[in-house]
């Protein structure tokens, strides 16, 4: 198992310098990309649209209620989908390298984990030219983003499992992805869903990692959310569990298919 995560991890290097390749500006991407989108829902919303939340004293709260939601949520789509269609993206090399499959699937979230990583701490940066205040809760981010991957993780695998079997699943992710994003919320409060689509807001597991970053960066605290907290560990090593079971069933068998 050890020589496969550093194999994964490998993997993972390479991607990330394949990624732009070849272009301009080459990995100076990596930064551009997050600023850029907190640059657009900074100025955007919070300057042209004149959008301001009054739960705190900040011109820019819209921008700090929506960035970390838009950052996570982009790393979360990004991770399952690439993992939904891991089996066929790398098929070439898995039929080469004699290395258990979930390897080139650990590549990818290794790879999201280093995006993602760039993409928060840029978005503190954010917060400290807002002059937002910077609190210990956000000793807890790291945790909770770990969590998040396990799930994203937990979930890709299991779509990926069934890809092979049921083609148009390559179709439907995106669309499940995209549904999900606008039952989610990120661009909108939860007052706006949670009286008239209370579900919506209480069995979202997505909805559970979501609050937690939109409460640090907004309220530097998570006060109130340690059932959260624990909410989301159980979802995490219990889609995290399925997905090794349906792993282990199918492995055998999606071999001979792709």
Same mark, same amino acid.
């Given at each position: 198992?050890?020589?496969?995560?550093?194999?994964?991890?490998?993997? @993972?290097?390479?991607?990330?310098?394949? &990624?732009?390749?070849?272009?301009?500006?080459?990995?100076?991407?990596?930064?551009?990309?997050?600023?850029?989108?907190?640059?657009?829902?900074?100025?955007?919303?919070?300057?042209?649209?004149?959008?301001?939340?009054?739960?705190?004293?900040?011109?820019?709260?819209?921008?700090?209620?929506?960035?970390?939601?838009?950052?996570?949520?982009?790393?979360?789509?990004?991770?399952?989908?690439?993992?939904?269609?891991?089996?066929?993206?790398? @098929?070439?090399?898995?039929?080469?390298?004699?290395?258990?499959?979930?390897?080139?699937?650990?590549?990818?979230?290794?790879?999201?984990?280093?995006?993602?990583?760039?993409? /928060?701490?840029?978005? $503190?940066?954010?917060?400290?030219?807002?002059?937002?205040?910077?609190?210990?809760?956000?000793?807890?981010?790291?945790?909770?983003?770990?969590?998040?991957?396990?799930?994203?993780?937990?979930?890709?695998?299991?779509?990926?499992?069934?890809?092979?079997?049921?083609?148009?699943?390559?179709?439907? $992710?995106?669309?499940?992805?995209?549904?999900? /994003?606008?039952?989610?919320?990120?661009?909108?409060? &939860?007052?706006?869903?949670?009286?008239?689509?209370?579900?919506?807001?209480?069995?979202?597991? @997505?909805?559970?990692?979501?609050?937690?970053?939109?409460?640090? /960066?907004?309220?530097?605290?998570?006060?109130?959310?340690?059932?959260?907290?624990?909410?989301?560990?159980?979802?995490?090593?219990?889609?995290? /569990?399925?997905?090794?079971?349906?792993?282990?069933?199918?492995?055998?068998?999606?071999?001979?298919?792709?």
């Amino acid at each position: 198992m050890y020589k496969n995560i550093l194999l994964a991890l490998d993997f @993972a290097k390479r991607d990330l310098k394949e &990624r732009y390749f070849g272009t301009g500006l080459g990995q100076l991407w990596y930064i551009l990309s997050p600023i850029v989108t907190i640059f657009i829902y900074t100025v955007i919303f919070s300057d042209f649209m004149k959008m301001k939340l009054n739960v705190i004293d900040n011109s820019y709260s819209y921008s700090i209620y929506l960035v970390p939601g838009i950052l996570a949520w982009t790393s979360f789509s990004n991770t399952i989908s690439r993992l939904s269609t891991s089996l066929f993206d790398r @098929a070439s090399m898995i039929k080469k390298i004699n290395v258990p499959m979930f390897t080139f699937q650990l590549a990818i979230v290794f790879s999201e984990i280093v995006l993602l990583g760039i993409a /928060f701490l840029l978005g $503190i940066a954010f917060l400290l030219i807002a002059n937002q205040p910077i609190t210990l809760s956000f000793l807890w981010l790291p945790l909770i983003l770990g969590f998040q991957f396990i799930f994203a993780f937990s979930l890709g695998v299991i779509f990926s499992l069934f890809t092979p079997f049921f083609k148009d699943l390559k179709e439907i $992710i995106p669309i499940i992805i995209q549904l999900w /994003f606008w039952m989610t919320p990120i661009v909108y409060m &939860r007052e706006m869903i949670a009286k008239k689509y209370p579900f919506l807001v209480d069995y979202n597991p @997505a909805y559970k990692f979501i609050e937690i970053y939109q409460n640090i /960066f907004l309220y530097g605290s998570i006060k109130g959310h340690y059932h959260d907290i624990i909410s989301i560990i159980l979802i995490s090593f219990i889609s995290l /569990f399925i997905a090794a079971l349906l792993y282990k069933k199918l492995i055998s068998e999606i071999k001979d298919i792709i």
